[in-house]
């Protein structure tokens, strides 16, 4: 996980237990009160009392804790990965007091200005505990099915059999391979561009909010934050220039959190690709590149085709997809023969 989104996700909860401490003050006050005008201020029924609002407080500690953070993560666009699960449990988990020393000291406390009766200061404690435990178990659970359903919008690509038919012995699909004019293969070899596979932006967007885009004429479906990312790499090779884009502008046009959150949109573009690209041939890393600091689609402009993405009314499209499709040229240069 980013380490300035676990900073900020930090901070909220830091915030928002600081706001609770006042609740849970009143609260004891008020059962205190309560008892007080019932003669039983000093009686075992008053440190019950006291016991019962700290339970409660555990029990809804989770579910104040997951409507804190949820929105962030959901804003932030995170993206999933095997350790997202554990990384956000140990992070939740240093802020949930549920065995908290300050717990102890204040039943301690309460124990200590009874004048009637005794209780069992430990007793009371392991209920607490317990209800912090299943109170923590119950966020545990939230956290797991949010990263399970991070998962599942990675889709699963897998070579279509009318596409294999078209394999040739080498593996790769003759038929779809693109071809530049003599400049623009000039352009091609002066700045070390890998991919010569067709990209056509369909402007097609599936029921799940994927956004299919076709490599050679094999569907990729790419979430709305890494299509975002995907489309700005696009306008920079449309400036005619060697398409490399720095991390510090991602970041600055708030297309990634951080320089590790420019490697992680990276890693999950390279991953969805993936599969459409094994079956022509292509690496994944000569399709995106990503040196040091920077990113580019390392392909020829001219191999991709916008007009299918510019021919949408900008009004159907996610806001901030729209500011990148706004940005796009209708055409290639010149379109190359991609069919032959």
Same mark, same amino acid.
Request: aromatic share 6%; proline share 5%; charged share 25%.
């Given at each position: ?10 901070? !909220? ?7 609770? #401490? ?10 205190? =009160?309560?008892? #007080?005008?019932?003669?039983? @201020? ?37 993206? /999933?990965? #095997? ?12 802020? /949930? ?6 717990? !102890? ?10 004048? !009637?009766?005794?209780? =069992? ?15 923590? %178990? ?7 099915? @949010? %990263? ?17 038919? &078209? ?30 596979? +067709? ?9 799940? $909010? ?38 510090? &502008?991602?970041?600055? #046009?708030?297309?990634?959190?951080? &320089?590790?959150?420019?490697? $992680? ?5 390279? &991953? ?28 020829? +402009?001219? /191999?991709?085709?916008?007009? +299918?993405?510019?021919? *949408? +009314?900008?009004?159907? /499209? ?21 069919? *032959?």
């Amino acid at each position: 996980m980013d380490q300035n989104l676990a900073k900020i996700l930090a901070d !909220r909860i830091s915030i928002l237990l600081r706001q609770r #401490e006042p609740r849970v003050r009143e609260e004891i006050a008020r059962i205190k =009160n309560d008892y #007080e005008a019932r003669g039983l @201020f000093m009686s075992g029924m008053r440190f019950r009392g006291v016991a019962n609002v700290l339970s409660a407080d555990q029990t809804r500690l989770a579910d104040e804790i997951w409507d804190a953070v949820y929105p962030i993560l959901s804003e932030s666009h995170v993206l /999933y990965s #095997e350790d997202l699960a554990t990384e956000l449990k140990a992070l939740v988990d240093r802020f /949930y007091p549920g065995r908290s020393q300050s717990i !102890r000291e204040r039943l301690v406390a309460e124990a200590a200005s009874l004048r !009637r009766g005794s209780v =069992n200061v430990d007793l009371h404690l392991s209920r607490i505990v317990q209800a912090g435990d299943l109170g923590r %178990c119950s966020l545990h659970n939230k956290i797991e099915a @949010f %990263c399970l359903s991070l998962r599942n919008q990675i889709p699963t690509l897998t070579i279509s059999s009318e596409a294999e038919d &078209k394999i040739d012995p080498a593996g790769v699909h003759a038929i779809r391979i693109g071809r530049l004019d003599p400049t623009a293969e000039q352009e091609f070899a002066k700045h070390n561009f890998k991919s010569h596979l +067709p990209i056509v932006l369909t402007g097609e967007v599936e029921k799940g $909010g994927g956004n299919v885009v076709q490599v050679a004429g094999e569907k990729v479906s790419l979430p709305p934050k890494q299509f975002c990312f995907f489309l700005r790499l696009v306008r920079e090779l449309q400036r005619g220039k060697n398409g490399y884009v720095t991390s510090e &502008k991602l970041i600055k #046009e708030r297309l990634a959190l951080s &320089k590790t959150n420019v490697n $992680g949109v990276v890693f999950q573009l390279r &991953k969805n690709f993936q599969h459409a690209l094994e079956g022509q041939g292509i690496d994944k890393f000569d399709f995106i590149e990503a040196p040091k600091l920077m990113v580019r689609l390392s392909t020829h +402009p001219q /191999y991709i085709s916008c007009s +299918p993405i510019k021919s *949408r +009314p900008l009004e159907q /499209y996610d806001p901030e997809i729209r500011k990148q499709v706004r940005g796009l040229r209708q055409a290639p240069i010149s379109s190359p023969d991609i069919l *032959r």
